[in-house]
């Protein structure tokens, strides 16, 4: 299974958001299953532009209300629980505190926003990961999205530039 993973796009109009999910659907989400968005879409038609891919996503710090965006997920694909959530703090402390919160009781990954910093990594046997921005990077890999990937139960994780 490939899931196409994308969080802090910021988009404003419906333009912008058709364009961007074309541009994403036809390049390096063209073969995915389903795409999970970690918060702060900007403008919520994004999530029907992303469509026909089925979409999971939830609510960023920016985002307002919307019946389709919880705070966070768990889902459980292929045997794996996977958490997406948008995170919260600054800096480095995004991923640490994600960690705290779930406590001993980890899931198998974390996906999540907020910081516009790519990161794939784990911590003891849990996979952290954030796509980055493919709009507003903060990091001198520049503009990103991510794809994770589960083959036998395994899950990889692997951060894509985005050239707009």
Excluded at 5 to 20: N, P
Excluded at 45 to 51: M, P, T
């Amino acid at each position: 299974m490939r899931i196409g993973v994308i969080a802090d796009t910021h988009l404003q109009s419906q333009q912008e958001c058709r364009r961007f999910s074309d541009r994403l659907l036809d390049g390096p989400f063209h073969s995915v299953d389903m795409i999970f968005h970690a918060g702060d879409l900007g403008n919520s038609e994004l999530l029907f532009c992303l469509a026909p891919c089925p979409v999971v996503a939830v609510a960023g710090n920016t985002d307002r209300p919307h019946p389709e965006l919880p705070p966070q997920r768990l889902l459980t694909l292929e045997g794996r629980r996977i958490v997406l959530a948008h995170g919260w703090g600054g800096g480095d402390s995004v991923a640490a505190d994600l960690l705290r919160h779930f406590g001993p009781e980890r899931p198998d990954v974390i996906v999540f926003g907020h910081s516009h910093v790519p990161e794939n990594r784990r911590v003891g046997k849990t996979l952290l990961f954030n796509p980055g921005s493919p709009t507003r990077p903060r990091s001198s890999v520049g503009a990103t999205v991510g794809v994770l990937e589960i083959v036998g139960g395994e899950v990889a994780g692997e951060i894509l530039p985005w050239r707009d």
